[in-house]
């Protein structure tokens, strides 16, 4: 098992920056990539950036590549997505998920943090 407990979040303006952390727990040796998703009402869930835990190499979905940058402490468990030059498109609930694999389907998520965006 693998727990994962969101941080950060919050409120930002438009042009702005927020950031939010995902910290790992238990497992977690087992865990291949981490991603954050995010799901806006009305929207389907989104995975908005992913990781690889050997490697480092990064996805990002094509709305937030050059604004958005995820990266990870390996040593501390811990999975950052740093948000620049927000869009109100960005505001959703932001979700941490991590697998045990390099494909397919996540399999532990956390509780989420909410990201809204103001102009």
């Known amino acids: 098992q693998v727990h994962l407990v969101e941080s950060g979040g919050g409120s930002g303006q438009v042009g702005g920056s927020l950031s939010v952390s995902c910290v790992a727990s238990?497992?977690?040796?087992?865990?291949?990539?981490m991603g954050w998703f995010r799901h806006a009402p009305d929207k389907e869930r989104v995975l908005v950036a992913s990781?690889?835990?050997?490697?480092?190499?990064?996805y990002y979905t094509d709305s937030v590549w050059g604004r958005f940058t995820i990266s990870q402490d390996t040593a501390e468990n811990t999975v950052y997505l740093q948000m620049n030059n927000l869009k109100p498109e960005d505001a959703a609930m932001y979700y941490c998920?991590?697998?045990?694999?390099?494909?397919?389907?996540?399999?532990?998520w956390g509780q989420g943090t909410q990201v809204t965006v103001s102009s």
């Open positions: 998920a991590a697998r045990l694999g390099l494909f397919g389907d996540y399999h532990y």
């Open positions: 238990g497992d977690t040796g087992s865990v291949k990539s």
């Open positions: 990781i690889r835990t050997d490697t480092g190499g990064t």
